[in-house]
Structures are given as structure tokens and as C-alpha cells.
């Protein structure tokens, strides 16, 4: 070959080579401002629910079919624990823990154990989430606060009792994650937010019942604040790893509350906002 036509050559390819460059910024520009998330969220958001307001008596919560022998057994397991309460019980065999767990655990989901979720958080056992509802006493009608949505379950299990369910969760993923999932399997009334549960959600308060699902060093007194006299919250309290107490916390009179220790329990700790705030 001469030596012209290779430096033609040579240029032809370098021109080729600059405009595929050149195509390659511009398309990978487009993906990137496709997969750009808009600006984070402020803390504490509310993510859900599609519905607001519920006429009194209006509300009752969807029903499945699906593995509905395997939850009757997970119900005789938790009435053999000693968990009788008739109305938690059919609570508990109506809501399908299945579609509440990562597709990895379904084939366990009606043992009576806890189970991971992701991000380091999991699915409480199905008897201490059916003893925890047990000791709220819910009215129907009465307004629930839960800390640590996690899956969304212990919320879809409250809304058997009363559809006025609010609950917070700190870890953003699971929160949206959850407030998507109780949409998609309409139990649409549960109100979801994103945000640091040691602070309640004073908008929405004051509350019948509050229940915690993760453990904390000492009764947020924010939640006391926010429990309704004759109100019961019920929260488990202690070290992360050292002897956690379920506590039962009954408001008598304003600014006055009972703590009874129900039971030894392992619960995932109460993180905070602000880390330094961990106790
Ligand atoms: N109730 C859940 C399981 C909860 S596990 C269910 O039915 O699936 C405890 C949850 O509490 C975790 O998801 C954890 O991220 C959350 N959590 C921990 N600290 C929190 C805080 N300060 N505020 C709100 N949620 C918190």
C-alpha cells in the first residue's frame, strides 16, 4: 500500500472513531438523565395511601385464598402459644404473609419465625406480631400509630381492627417499597411515612394505640406525648443485644403512664436520624 492512501486510511478511521465517540456521549447522557432520580425527599414523607378518609363501617380489609391451609396451621401454632384471641386470629389468617416476604423466604413465610427482609430488618414471628396486637385492645375505629413498617405486614394485620392505621418507617426502600405493596394488595388505608418513628407523627396524633417494632433504649417520651388517655402502646424496650423487655404502656391520666413487662422478646433496634441519638 502507499504511503498516501494509508494516512487516508488512518484518518478515515480516526474520523470514524471520533464520531462514535462523540454518539456514544451523547446516548449515554440520555440513559444517565433517564435513570436520574429526581432530588431526594425531605425526611419524614408520607408515601401512601390512596384513600384518606374512610366512612366508619365503610372499610373491610381484601381476603385471599391462596395458602390458606398453611395459614390456619401458622394459627393453630400461635393458639398453641397461647395466643386464643379470636378476632387476632382470624386477623392472622386472613392476611397472606407470603406476598410480604422476599420471593427467596415464600416457601417459609408460614412458619413461626422471623424472616429477613432486606437491609438488614426483618418480619417479626407471626405469634409475637398476633400477642402484640392482642395487648393493643384496638375499638374499631380507634387510630393506630405503628414505628418500623418494615414489610408492611404488622400494618395489613392492624387494618383487620380499625382502618385508621398510620405507621413510619425509617429505612426509605422498605418504606416505599411497603406503602406500594399495601396499595397493590389493597389495604389501601394504611397511611406510610418515611422518616425517624422516636417522634411520632404529631400531625396525625393523638393515637388509641401505638405499637414498636423495633427495640428502643427507653419509651420514646414523644410517644407518650402522643398516646390519647386510656391509650395503650405497646413497644419493646432494652439493649440491642442484652435482655429486651416487651412493654405494655397504659396512659392513665395525662402526662401519667403504667409499664408492664409482658414478656423476654428480640427485636431489631430503633435506629435513628441521628445516629448519635442511638441509645
Ligand atoms: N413491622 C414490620 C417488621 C419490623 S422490623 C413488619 O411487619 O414487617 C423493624 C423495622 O423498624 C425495620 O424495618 C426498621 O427499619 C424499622 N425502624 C428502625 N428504627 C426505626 C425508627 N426510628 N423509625 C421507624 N422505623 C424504624
Redesign the pocket.
Known amino acids: 500500500m502507499r504511503p498516501e492512501r494509508l494516512a487516508v486510511r488512518v484518518i478515515r478511521a480516526a474520523v470514524v472513531a471520533a464520531m462514535a465517540l462523540v454518539l456514544a456521549t451523547i446516548l449515554g447522557c440520555a440513559t444517565a438523565a433517564e435513570n436520574s432520580k429526581p432530588a431526594e425527599p425531605p425526611k419524614a414523607v408520607s408515601l401512601g395511601p390512596a384513600k384518606t378518609e374512610t366512612e366508619p363501617g365503610a372499610w373491610s380489609p381484601p381476603t385471599f385464598t391462596a395458602r390458606q391451609d398453611e395459614r390456619d396451621r401458622m394459627c393453630e401454632v400461635i393458639k398453641a402459644y397461647g395466643c386464643t384471641d379470636a378476632a387476632v386470629l382470624a386477623a392472622m389468617a386472613g392476611v397472606p404473609r407470603h406476598e410480604?416476604v422476599p420471593a427467596a423466604v415464600r416457601p417459609m413465610a408460614y412458619r413461626d419465625s422471623?424472616l429477613p427482609?432486606g437491609?438488614?430488618?426483618?418480619?417479626?414471628q407471626p405469634y409475637m406480631?398476633a400477642e402484640m396486637t392482642r395487648l393493643l385492645a384496638l375499638k374499631p375505629g380507634a387510630k393506630v400509630l405503628?414505628?418500623?413498617?418494615?414489610?408492611?405486614?404488622?400494618?395489613?394485620?392492624l387494618t383487620h381492627f380499625t382502618p385508621h392505621v398510620y405507621?413510619?418507617?425509617?429505612?426509605k426502600p422498605?418504606?416505599e417499597e411497603?406503602a406500594k405493596r399495601l396499595g397493590r394488595l389493597r389495604y389501601d388505608v394504611v397511611q406510610v411515612r418515611y422518616?425517624?418513628?422516636?417522634n411520632g407523627w404529631p400531625e396525625a396524633g393523638p393515637f388509641d394505640a401505638i405499637?414498636?417494632?423495633?427495640v428502643?433504649g427507653e419509651v420514646p417520651p414523644p410517644l407518650i406525648e402522643q398516646l390519647k388517655v386510656g391509650g395503650r402502646m405497646v413497644i419493646p424496650i432494652g439493649p440491642e443485644h442484652g435482655i429486651q423487655r416487651l412493654m405494655l404502656v397504659e396512659k392513665d391520666r395525662p402526662g401519667f403512664v403504667r409499664k408492664r413487662s409482658i414478656m423476654l422478646v428480640r427485636?431489631?433496634?430503633?435506629?435513628?436520624?441521628d445516629p448519635t441519638q442511638q441509645k
Open positions: 410480604f422471623p427482609i437491609h438488614e430488618q426483618t418480619i417479626s406480631v405503628e414505628i418500623g413498617t418494615g414489610s408492611g405486614y404488622q400494618a395489613a394485620v405507621s413510619i418507617e425509617i429505612v422498605l418504606a411497603a422518616g425517624d418513628g422516636y405499637i414498636g417494632t423495633c428502643a427485636f431489631v433496634p430503633m435506629l435513628r436520624e
